[in-house]
């Protein structure tokens, strides 16, 4: 078979954003591709199967999009435009390399690193109310977050609340140990970090203290109006659509609401019908609320995660058709 030869020149930018140390980047190309990949004064040159050099191709190319961006490509980069390409989602890949709103907070910078994450950014900044749906690790309320704090900082908002319905997976707060703020500290840790990892614990701390940045269970919304503000419900699948109405209905003059969950692991008991599931057609005909839906493709975690998803997925599609432990 003739072997094809592709060369990309990429002397204008450094290796090392787009390769990754050591080369791991191109490591891994060569692991999911046949083909052989070689840097030589600043030029790429990929060799192999013409339908394989074509598709690591296009890889680096969507790669060195984001690298001249100003960021540095990664291994979940590469993972998830390798993706894209073996879906032929063709649309989605022409996204991939397009600016992405980035928010430069006390200790890093945050932007979108797949096309969901771009859109869902996006979509915070033009719209009022966003409903983000999507499994684990997709950045749901790390992004919202990210927004709500740069918000804060440009001085858009007063304040920011982010705040979880107190309902857990299988277990009850009442069986905790401690009074009610210890009971609710450990259950809503997820935002607290998220907070941490965008500014200093003091800052963090002082916020708290003035009120400036509110975390609650979401029975403390009830009966509160919320002016020049940054509300985030958090794993909203909980919530029943009492709740959902109650918390949409706090939102005052020039204030924002974030909505994230995943309706996939709802942990109401039997019979009542998740708030988030339901507000997808309640809210359906309102034009300036926005829903977007993140995918495994949005995984940002641990490689394994997207696999645990997907299989997950199939797994509960084959039970619904009678294929594993199902009814005929």
């Known amino acids: 078979m003739k072997e094809t030869v592709h060369k990309i020149v990429i002397s204008d930018i450094d290796p090392i954003h787009l390769l990754g140390q050591n080369d791991v980047n191109l490591r891994l190309i060569e692991d999911k591709l046949p083909v052989r990949i070689v840097l030589r004064d600043g030029v790429l040159t990929v060799k192999g199967d013409a339908r394989a050099v074509e598709k690591a191709a296009r890889v680096i190319g969507n790669l060195l999009k984001i690298v001249r961006e100003g960021k540095s490509s990664g291994e979940a980069d590469v993972r998830y435009v390798l993706d894209l390409i073996e879906s032929g ?26 096309v969901g994450q771009i859109e869902y950014l996006e979509a915070m900044e033009k719209y009022d109310i966003v409903f983000s749906i999507g499994p684990a690790g997709t950045g749901k309320t790390y992004l919202a977050v990210a927004a709500a704090v740069n918000a804060l900082r440009a001085r858009k908002v007063e304040r920011i609340l982010l705040v979880r319905p107190a309902v857990e997976a299988g277990e009850s707060l009442g069986f905790l140990p401690g009074d009610f703020k ?99 057609t309640i809210l359906s005909g309102i034009n300036d609320v926005r829903f977007v839906y993140l995918t495994e493709r949005d995984v940002v975690r641990h490689r394994l995660v997207k696999d645990i998803i997907k299989a997950f997925d199939e797994y509960g599609r084959s039970k619904e058709t009678g294929g594993i432990g199902g009814k005929a």
């Open 182 to 280: 210890e009971k609710v500290d450990p259950y809503l840790r997820p935002i607290y970090d998220a907070i941490s990892d965008m500014m200093s614990y003091e800052k963090m701390r002082r916020f708290v203290e003035l009120g400036v940045i509110e975390i609650a269970p979401l029975a403390y919304m009830r009966g509160r109006t919320l002016g020049n503000a940054y509300a985030i419900l958090d794993e909203a699948q909980n919530t029943t659509v009492g709740q959902m109405k109650m918390f949409l209905t706090r939102l005052g003059e020039n204030s924002k609401a974030v909505i994230t969950g995943d309706i996939t692991q709802i942990d109401l008991a039997n019979g009542i019908q998740s708030g988030l599931v339901e507000a997808q």
């Open 89 to 114: 989602t063709e649309k989605e890949i022409s996204g991939v390399g397009r600016k992405s709103i980035a928010y430069a907070l006390d200790k890093q910078i945050v932007s979108g690193r797949t």
